[in-house]
């Protein structure tokens, strides 16, 4: 692998464990960050240039936008853990005939969550007992964001099936494009066109397709290996059912965590508008600061998927222990910043005036910041578990996020109030981690 095709990808079956994870994470974590800034600006935006009110509408879409789009980014980085181990195997035929599977899939994918979204997101907003205040601002977002979905897959897939070949640098590089387009266009859909929350879901549309042509040609001049032709699309049904047998369950997971968001959005909309906008900035703040988080662990599924193929698996577990060891320690730095910085973070969404919306936002990122070991902890086994083909056991672990999440918008809410929702988040990261740290230790074990 060199020269034309070499520059692109990164073999990862080669070379110190501990300085590839960290140097394939780095690019990734700010991938990360700016598809969270996404959510960042328009709150932002919103909140500053439209009020309380309209930050509250857009804010209450999130568990919606995290049930369908959280679906959306785990399926398809099942699919590529099936092209990363085939490109660890060296078999890019294999590679390409993958890549085929992954943008027919995502394809169907697409058509079916776009009719869903755009004909229950109403009819979900009034399930989720959302003030009438807000419920028209609330549904003219998230529908346009339904409505465009295909935009969110496809960018998701591209943007996966390059970091399954090891290059994480210019997954970065298109994200943040496409987030700075879309910064530039908010503010003119918004403000001078005068189309105020629906010209915010529709500027991030627009961003993310010019993101997806910048995938496709980046993939035409630099990554042969991801040149589908027809031929690849024939069936073969075990690589099909494959794909499915790992993409499939990653999407679930991440819909079960989501529908735990969505109950406890419902205790959340009966504290009033005020809890539920700081609620929503707090959220987008804490976003961005787990980024480094899930990017150690979406960088260990292609660690692990490479090194799995190339059955090198003494170095999956020394990878596992350092990437671990690194996690923690960024981990106490993020959780410092959000301690002590929260409150003023929180006030760039609202203004100073907003005392009460600031002081339960600050509540939610010391309480959050407190446990981002165990969310550390979750990402790394859980992506790990992925990249070596496992389902069923990250897939319990969602299960168990679910719960925990509900009985707290059950149990905590109803006594605690605003602090209850707040308690929600790491009571499902521990319990999620349990059967994850059991599963990795007995695979450990056997590798």
């Known amino acids: 692998m060199s020269g034309r095709d070499g520059d692109a990808v990164k073999d990862l079956t080669v070379g110190e464990p501990a300085r590839l994870i960290l140097f394939f994470t780095l690019p990734l974590l700010a991938g990360n960050v700016f598809q969270q800034l996404f959510g960042f600006v328009d709150t932002l935006i919103v909140g500053r240039f439209l009020g309380v009110e309209a930050l509250a509408a857009v804010g209450c879409t999130g568990p919606l936008m995290f049930l369908m789009l959280g679906f959306v980014g785990g399926m398809t980085s099942g699919f590529s853990i099936c092209t990363g181990q085939r490109f660890g195997a060296k078999d890019f035929d294999g590679v390409r005939r993958s890549a085929a599977i992954c943008v027919a899939l995502s394809f169907a994918a697409s058509i079916v969550l776009t009719v869903v979204g755009v004909t229950g997101c109403r009819a979900l907003l009034i399930a989720m007992d959302t003030p009438p205040e807000i419920l028209d601002g609330a549904y003219s977002f998230i529908s346009i964001i339904y409505g465009g979905v295909v935009m969110f897959v496809f960018l998701q897939m591209l943007t996966n099936l390059i970091r399954a070949l090891g290059d994480s640098k210019m997954p970065t590089v298109i994200q943040a494009t496409t987030l700075v387009i879309n910064i530039l266009l908010e503010p003119v859909a918004i403000i001078w066109l005068g189309f105020g929350i629906p010209g915010s879901a529709a500027a991030t549309i627009v961003a993310l397709t010019i993101g997806n042509f910048l995938c496709l040609v980046y993939i035409k001049l630099r990554v042969p290996y991801l040149h589908v032709r027809r031929e690849d699309f024939a069936f073969d049904r075990a690589f099909w059912t494959e794909h499915m047998r790992i993409g499939l369950p990653m999407g679930f997971q991440s819909s079960i965590i989501a529908i735990g968001a969505v109950v406890l959005q419902i ?65 106490v730095l993020i959780a410092a910043f959000n301690i002590y910085c929260g409150g003023a973070i929180i006030e760039l969404f609202v203004g100073a005036d907003e005392t009460q919306v600031i002081e339960y936002g600050r509540l939610f990122l010391i309480i959050t910041g407190l446990s981002y070991w165990a969310l550390a902890l979750l990402f790394i086994l859980r992506f790990t578990l992925q990249g070596l083909g496992q389902s069923f056991v990250p897939t319990v672990a969602g299960i168990v996020e679910l719960v925990m999440r509900i009985a707290a918008a059950i149990f905590l809410v109803e006594r605690l109030g605003y602090l209850g929702a707040c308690l929600a988040s790491p009571l499902a990261w521990v319990g999620g981690l349990i059967p994850l740290a059991i599963s990795f230790i007995r695979t450990a074990r056997r590798l």
């Open 267 to 331: 205790a959340l909309n009966g504290l009033g508008s005020v809890a539920v906008a700081s609620f929503a900035a707090a959220h987008r703040v804490d976003g961005i600061a787990v980024m480094p988080m899930m990017s150690f662990g979406v960088a260990m599924a292609a660690y692990t998927a490479q090194n799995f193929g190339a059955k090198k698996f003494d170095r999956i577990v020394d990878g596992v222990k350092k990437c671990i060891a690194m996690a923690l320690a960024l981990c």
